[in-house]
């Protein structure tokens, strides 16, 4: 590697990463998995020799291929590259670097691209389900400038509609893993989701919280924290999960009511770090969940005026999330989801890794 590797930096949503061709990287996961660590710079709380932004949000990886799947254009696998400990784990999809892939691919050569507009059929590999990117051009390029806004990131950017399918249960094995709206952990009630990103929703007065407080006054509340994993890990288990005390799923989103003229207020913890946003597919489930008869907070929902559309406060603006519901014989069934992101190339060119990797706890 002392040549270095190929790599895109793209700001994908609210989140920041490293792009790279999938055969560019080692065959053997494990070794890619070494090698991506290095090119972070962790485990190391300042990832300072690596590309890595000593945040969960900004230490993320997307591996990109031309997709063998014919509903697919280009296949997608997400890795969260862990600061501290130097972990990389394939447990869960990132809707927002999800933004940037399409771009991606045509950067690349993957796909050819004409005409104003991009449709870029997605699989996530994570999940093996399938998003659509909608994004301008500019003779056959991603057009990147744009009036878009969206909260968590400063300026505009071009608008990047991504829309979902058969995501209900693509990690978990069901919309609802355990098989009701609600359920009760140590006294406290919840509903447990996977339509996209398994995530546990709580009423943040339940555990005491407020919620809207700062993030870092959440992180800095032991006593709440420990409580909080305690319950993750055994919503964990009730979800298919099996033992998450070493993954980064479920995510953890307290809901309050809103204060910003928004639908819900979230605090969401990702697992151990509370987000500054909230991430694409976790607000799509945390929208889910709340228009669920039953659903844990669905009662704190403000009023709102397209009955699908959820607009989700959160520390740093909101998010509106898009998810349309239908009875079926076995409970609700999800049909159409969608949500608007930006993404933008920050660079591209040769990441160089470490000579060596980093002991774990060093």
Known sequence: ???????????????????????????????????????????????????????????KVAVVSRSEDSEADVDYLFLQVGVEDGSVSDRQNCGNLLAGVGHFAIERGLIAASGTQAQVRIRMVNSD?????????????????????????????????????DTAGSTCGALLPT??????????EMT???????????????????????????????????RLESIRCQAGKLMN?????????????????PRAGGSICTRTF??????????????????????????????????RTDPDLVQIEHPTGIFAAQVELADGPDGPVVGRSGIVRTARKLFDGVVFPSSAAIPRGS
């Open 1 to 59: 590697m002392s040549a270095g590797v190929r790599c895109m930096v793209m700001r994908g949503g609210t989140s920041k990463g490293a792009y790279f061709m999938a055969d560019e990287l080692p065959d053997d996961p494990d070794e890619r998995d070494v090698l991506l660590a290095r090119i972070m710079g962790s485990p190391d709380p300042r990832q300072i020799d690596g590309i890595g932004g000593a945040h969960p949000l900004t230490s």
């Open 129 to 165: 389900s399938l998003a659509t990117a909608t994004f301008p051009l500019d003779r056959g390029r991603p057009v990147y400038d744009g009036e878009t806004v969206i909260s968590g990131v400063p300026g505009t950017a071009a608008e990047v509609r991504l829309d979902f399918a």
């Open 179 to 188: 098989g009701a709206a609600a359920d009760v952990i140590d006294g406290v």
């Open 192 to 226: 447990c989701v996977d339509n996209g990103m398994p995530t546990v929703v709580l009423r943040a007065a339940d555990l005491q919280i407020a919620g809207d407080e700062d993030p870092a006054v959440l992180e800095a509340n032991q006593p709440f924290r420990e």
């Open 241 to 257: 999960l099996g033992d998450v005390s070493g993954t980064t799923v479920p995510k953890m989103t307290l809901v309050s009511a």
């Open 270 to 303: 990702i697992p151990h770090r509370c987000h500054d946003a909230i991430g694409v597919l976790g607000a799509v489930s945390v929208a889910t969940a709340l228009r669920l008869p039953g659903g844990t907070g669905s009662e704190l929902l403000g009023p």
